[in-house]
Structure formats: structure tokens, C-alpha cells
């Protein structure tokens, strides 16, 4: 069965800093890896995927992702945290089977202090 | 405007009472998804539909229902058999021809409450 683990319920920065919000999956097969943002009381918004090619995948409002086979990670970062990044990340995955299944992760809320 | 959207925002339930949660997608997307969300445990696939007329139990079925006799509607109703309803719902939805790589779109969300 797939499954999406974020090992940390919160994570704290400094403004300016880099950021990482940790991911790893279980897939038979390869998968098909996303990053989601959601805000208080609000649907979840897309910011990145990796499906293949490159292992850093770039998205939407500076974020990246490194895909580790190895390792079966897809840990999200940021070179420079903004006090605005605050919000709740959820990192989700399908497996290569066409079951149609997404699966998320727990979520991690990413704190930016100023 | 292309979307999915979800009605109503809040919803407020006695127990006992059965109550539907609207999703309505203007995007033409195939697959429709609905989850639950509550604290500290993500979310959660309640049902999926990847096509019309057919769709599939996810993870936490019981005590909901759902039905998909149009494609750009996937209506999901909270049964008087769920013990513990109070949480916020998430309506999704993928496109495309080859929707495996394809992310998905959200709806705002319903936030149901048992009262």
C-alpha cells in the first residue's frame, strides 16, 4: 500500500533563512510525487511535482523539491523563508498503478518568523 | 472562471441527520476525489470517482455515501452512521488525458460541525 510520512509536525525559521520540510513515501513502483500549500480555512493550492527527469524539481513562489530514489524522499526547500511562507504543507503521492489513489501526508506547519 | 467549488462553507448538523456537501467542477475533469481533514492527521480519502457513473471507497468510507451521475458533479452525503462528522471537507478534482501526473485542484472546503 502507498503511503506519504512527514516526520515533523512543525518547523520554525528565520526570515532569510533556508527552509527544508521533510517528506518520504512508500510506492511500489515509481511514483508520482506533489507538494501542496494550504492556508487557514482554505482548499489546498499546488506547488510542485516530480513525475521524472531532473531530481530538483522548481515550483511556484521559489520552492523546490529533490527527489531521492534511494533514500524515497521529497523534501521541499527554500533558499530564503518569507514571514508569508507561513502555512500548512502537505506533501502527497500516487503510486504508478492506475488505481487513481492520492495520497497525502500528515502535514507540517512552516513557521517564518520575522 | 474555471474551478471546483464547494457549498455550503459551514454546515452545522444535529445527530442523527443525514447531510449532503455539494461539489460542483467547471474544469471537465474525469476523477473526483473527497477527503477529510482533521487535526494533526492530514487528510484524509473518504471516495473517488475516476469516471462517470463509477466510483470507489477510499480509506475512511464508512458512514458516507457518495453518487457521480454527472462529470461535473461528485455530491458527497455525511450519514447519520458516521460516529464523529465534525471536520472540514476537501473536494478535489485531475484532469487530462494521462491524470496519474496531473496535480489536483481544490475546492475551498466545507467545514461541518455536529451540534
Known amino acids: 500500500a502507498q503511503s506519504v510520512a512527514q516526520p515533523e509536525d512543525q518547523v520554525n525559521v528565520a526570515e532569510g533563512n533556508p527552509l527544508t520540510v521533510k517528506c518520504t513515501y512508500s510506492?511500489?513502483?515509481?511514483?508520482?510525487l506533489f507538494w501542496y500549500v494550504q492556508y487557514p480555512n482554505r482548499g489546498l493550492q499546488f506547488l510542485l511535482k516530480?513525475?521524472?527527469?531532473?531530481?530538483l524539481v522548481k515550483g511556484s513562489y521559489g520552492f523546490e523539491a529533490e527527489f531521492n530514489k534511494s533514500q524515497t524522499s521529497f523534501h521541499l526547500k527554500k533558499p530564503s523563508a518569507l514571514v508569508s511562507d507561513s502555512a500548512l504543507y502537505f506533501c502527497?503521492?500516487?503510486?504508478?498503478?492506475?488505481?487513481?489513489?492520492?495520497?497525502f501526508g500528515q502535514g507540517t506547519t512552516l513557521q517564518v518568523k520575522p | 472562471d474555471g474551478g471546483i467549488t464547494q457549498s455550503p462553507k459551514y454546515l452545522f448538523r444535529k445527530e442523527g441527520q443525514n447531510v449532503t456537501l455539494s461539489c460542483e467542477q467547471n474544469?471537465?475533469?474525469?476523477?473526483m476525489y473527497w477527503y477529510r481533514q482533521d487535526p494533526g492527521q492530514g487528510l484524509r480519502l473518504i471516495y473517488y470517482s475516476q469516471i462517470v457513473n463509477d466510483f470507489q471507497k477510499g480509506d475512511i468510507a464508512e458512514g458516507y455515501s457518495v453518487s457521480r451521475e454527472k462529470k461535473e458533479s461528485f455530491p458527497l452525503t455525511v450519514t447519520s452512521a458516521q460516529k464523529n462528522p465534525t471536520a472540514f471537507y476537501l473536494c478535489?478534482?485531475?484532469?487530462?488525458?494521462?491524470?496519474?501526473?496531473?496535480?489536483?485542484?481544490f475546492g475551498q472546503g466545507t467545514r461541518l460541525t455536529v451540534v
Open positions: 478535489a478534482s485531475i484532469g487530462g488525458g494521462n491524470y496519474m501526473n496531473t496535480e489536483a485542484f
Open positions: 510506492v511500489s513502483g515509481n511514483p508520482y
Open positions: 502527497a503521492v500516487r503510486g504508478p498503478s492506475n488505481t487513481g489513489k492520492l495520497i
Open positions: 516530480y513525475i521524472t527527469g531532473d531530481n
Open positions: 474544469l471537465n475533469h474525469d476523477a
